[in-house]
T-cell receptor
């Protein structure tokens, strides 16, 4: 079983839609939870991170962590064509990082 | 400009020919790491370094070596590359760990024939 599972999509939504991206994990030792965005032919860039259960909001993005269910989500409100990218969830324990396989998102104008 | 640089960006080589991919950061970061990215497998950590002269294995270290002699540089060495090491490689650095943001380089696409 993989440490982190993420639905690869692809996901295609109209502009303005609410997008929900999800990951599940198996290792209860994971302490910190992150979401990265990766544009084509680029390295990933950090969108958000959190370390506790609950919600964290940053502009149009909300990260949600449910440690009891080992489930994390990223919500994107009012999605824009510029949000079209691959979204990677990531987690770490100590010094090691574990990434999901990424979900490819396309926002159609 | 604060950045992580990798060289080369593209490399095609043959089985068994030793190669080095360089990584350098100009942000005075303590933590550096190498990842490989493969379709269906995502990003997997190869090695990481918490500071100079301190390195440790990630999830998939087999067939790779690293060294951290200087704070800014973290080269990835493939002593005897094999076709299963064909991948997209990323170097990353962060000021500290685990909460500090990781900055990723532009990637190195390696093909081993």
């Amino acid at each position: 079983q993989k440490e982190v599972e993420q639905d690869p999509g692809p996901l295609s939504v109209p502009e303005g839609a609410i997008v929900s991206l999800n990951c599940t994990y198996s290792n209860s030792a994971f302490q910190y939870f992150m979401w990265y965005r990766q544009y084509s032919r680029k390295g990933p860039e950090l969108l958000m991170y959190t370390y506790s259960s609950g919600n964290k909001e940053d502009g149009r993005f909300t990260a949600q962590v449910d440690k009891s269910s080992k489930y994390i989500s990223l919500f994107i409100r009012d999605s824009q064509p510029s949000d079209s990218a691959t979204y990677l969830c990531a987690m770490n324990t100590g010094n090691q990082f574990y990434f999901g396989t990424g979900t490819s998102l396309t926002v159609i104008p | 400009e604060a950045q992580v640089t990798q060289n080369p960006r593209y490399l095609i080589t043959v089985t068994g020919k030793k190669l080095t991919v360089t990584c350098s950061q100009n942000m005075n970061h303590e933590y550096m790491s190498w990842y490989r990215q493969d379709p269906g497998l995502g990003l997997r950590q190869i090695y990481y370094s918490m500071n100079v002269e301190v390195t440790d294995k990630g999830d998939v270290p087999e067939g790779y070596k690293v060294s951290r002699k200087e704070k800014r540089n973290f080269p990835l060495i493939l002593e005897s590359p094999s076709p299963n090491q064909t991948s997209l490689y990323f170097c990353a650095s962060s000021l500290s760990w685990p909460l500090s943001e990781q900055f990723f380089g532009p990637g190195t696409r390696l093909t081993v024939l």
